[in-house]
């Protein structure tokens, strides 16, 4: 074959990985979130969502598939075309956790590439007016003297609640009744309603409950406390080492996708994350910006899961 003829034959061969990128989007997208209305997880998606759907020329519409420990929307996400119509709000729990806590995923982390972190925070621990506490200590005490009797809720066994409050308790020889639910969102109303006694979750899901008084943070489950709400301590302070709740939500695509919308994604969601109302939307809430690139994001994946790997061992919880 001569140089002419084997140019064109690669030119042809290349054209139809080619197209689909100069092309796209030609479609609406779908973002699956795999927490219910009402979650940081699914607040952050639509507010991105109707950024993205700005410089991308088409809708994102928001799916929610909570349930399962965030495994229905995960397994969802990862069966998709990987021809970037479909996006999949990533987290601490679908990425780090569960491939420690369950011997059998119907996913894999390696399912997905990822795209670019959109925020990371600690969470925090509160508890409902009701109890009688008013410091860790003071809870701690009670969690020693009535074994089993507060209840947290939590979105399954192996959630990030469940590992911290394991964590907590076995710190200080306390123990607390695990609740599961379907979604975040669930549990807060529950806890506000005064059917939980205690949770953890993220500051902008409980933090405006704490300033209204309808709950009590007791402390930042992180290294350093919240330039939101400073006279928060964290748990080291408190005495109690070694435990660690940063979650991160972040959007990947299914494995597969090309490069060239993988970068187009990760460009835009960039550029929705400068804005000014997205920026503040997140800051003020005590968490971080993300914005960084795939490969950044995979690494962070990485690290977390290891992290996640020594607390998930250190907690005597078995894998399912």
């Given at each position: 074959?001569?140089?002419p003829?084997?140019c064109v ?6 054209a139809p990985?080619?197209?689909p ?12 979130v795999a ?7 699914d ?8 950024k993205?759907?700005?410089?991308l ?23 998709s ?16 956790i ?10 894999k ?12 925070g ?14 860790l ?8 003297s ?10 399954g ?27 975040m969102?669930q ?7 005064g ?34 709400a400073?006279?928060?301590?964290t ?20 494995a ?9 994604l990760?460009t ?23 914005g ?13 899961r ?5 607390a998930v061992?250190a ?6």
């Amino acid at each position: 074959m001569n140089a002419p003829t084997l140019c064109v034959t690669l030119l042809l061969a290349a054209a139809p990985l080619a197209a689909p990128a100069q092309d796209y989007p030609a479609r609406p997208l779908r973002l699956i979130v795999a927490d219910g209305p009402g979650s940081v997880g699914d607040a952050r998606a639509r507010a991105i969502a109707a950024k993205l759907a700005d410089g991308l020329g088409r809708p994102v519409v928001v799916e929610n598939k909570p349930g399962g420990n965030m495994v229905i929307a995960a397994e969802a996400a990862a069966r998709s075309a990987p021809d970037g119509y479909t996006l999949f709000m990533g987290n601490t729990l679908t990425h780090a956790i569960n491939p420690w806590m369950f011997k059998s995923l119907p996913y894999k982390p390696d399912d997905f590439t990822p795209v670019s972190l959109v925020a990371a925070g600690p969470m925090i621990l509160a508890v409902h007016p009701d109890v009688p506490v008013k410091t860790l200590d003071e809870l701690l005490q009670l969690g020693r003297s009535q074994p089993g009797k507060l209840a947290y809720g939590t979105i399954g066994y192996g959630s990030p609640g469940h590992l911290v409050m394991e964590q907590i308790g076995a710190a200080r020889g306390a123990r607390f009744h695990l609740v599961p639910y379907k979604s975040m969102g669930q549990y807060v109303q529950d806890l506000v309603g005064g059917h939980l006694q205690l949770a953890l979750n993220y500051w902008v899901a409980l933090g405006p409950h704490v300033k209204s008084g309808r709950l009590r943070a007791l402390a930042v489950v992180g290294p350093n406390r919240l330039a939101v709400a400073p006279d928060l301590p964290t748990l080291a302070e408190l005495g109690v080492k070694g435990v660690d709740s940063q979650g991160w939500q972040g959007i990947m695509v299914p494995a597969g996708t090309p490069r060239p919308i993988v970068k187009r994604l990760q460009t835009e969601l960039a550029r929705v994350l400068g804005l000014p109302e997205i920026r503040s939307g997140i800051l003020d809430t005590g968490a971080e910006l993300g914005g960084n690139t795939p490969e950044e994001f995979a690494a962070y994946i990485q690290a977390d899961r290891e992290r996640w790997r020594k607390a998930v061992a250190a907690s005597g919880i078995e894998p399912q």
